[in-house]
């Protein structure tokens, strides 16, 4: 598939999906672009349903705003604002610890580096990327498993993990799309490219797609 195709295929898919809520983590970064919030809230969702994400967001950020006001919280205080997310309690200790890591080695700023952020406590490819994307509109693709999974049923890449799909995107997904493309693919992957039994019959890029690897479909 070349890039005249892909550019197609995202124009159908943004069109399909205007009138779908977007991901907590979007939805927070066209309110404001505060990188603290979009990296806290990335490390909330991890293996967390987004309405989920978004109540104990909200809570918790109604406790604490800033690195310095969320260390002077007890890790308990955290784990009964962020509970039912998946793995609340590791979640606490990570937020207390990068939050540390921000006032001691950044001046409580968030670093608009990749490599940067991935020194920190449960700072993955996934939430660095999103930072730098959606945080600073820098050259981030973040690749989770809907990314993955779309990207390599269109037939664009042909890869075996997320992070083999996050640098083959580098290498050819034209740098105009790299911002917004896991926002649409996440919210393609939740309504209509579906993990299992995808809804092939009502989607909008069905004509351009291969439907590589997809056995059974609705």
Not at 78 to 95: D, H, L, S, W
Not at 101 to 118: A, H, K
Not at 156 to 166: G, L
Request: hydrophobic share 40%; aromatic share 6%.
């Amino acid at each position: 598939m070349d890039n005249i195709a892909i550019g197609t295929i995202i124009g159908l898919i943004e069109a399909e999906l205007e009138k779908k809520e977007l991901p907590i983590v979007t939805r927070l970064a066209e309110e404001n672009h505060d990188p603290f919030e979009i990296l806290i809230s990335t490390l909330l969702s991890l293996r967390t349903k987004d309405e989920v994400t978004a109540v104990a967001t909200a809570r918790l950020f109604a406790l604490a705003k800033t690195p310095s006001a969320m260390v002077e919280l007890t890790k308990e205080e955290i784990r009964k604002a962020i509970y039912p997310v998946g793995f609340y309690r590791n979640k606490a200790e990570t937020i207390h610890s990068v939050c540390r890591t921000l006032i001691d080695r950044y001046d409580s700023r968030v670093p608009d580096s990749i490599d940067e952020l991935l020194t920190m406590r449960g700072v993955g490819r996934k939430t660095a990327n999103l930072v730098v994307a959606l945080g600073f509109n820098g050259p981030g693709i973040c690749v989770d498993v809907h990314v993955h999974r779309i990207s390599n049923r269109l037939g664009y890449v042909h890869t075996k993990n997320p992070e083999e799909t996050e640098f083959a995107l580098r290498e050819k997904l034209p740098t105009q799309y790299w911002i917004k493309y896991n926002t649409l693919m996440v919210s393609f992957g939740r309504n209509i490219c579906r993990p299992v039994s995808p809804h092939c019959s009502i989607c909008p890029v069905f004509d351009y797609c291969p439907r590589v690897g997809i056995a059974k479909s609705r």
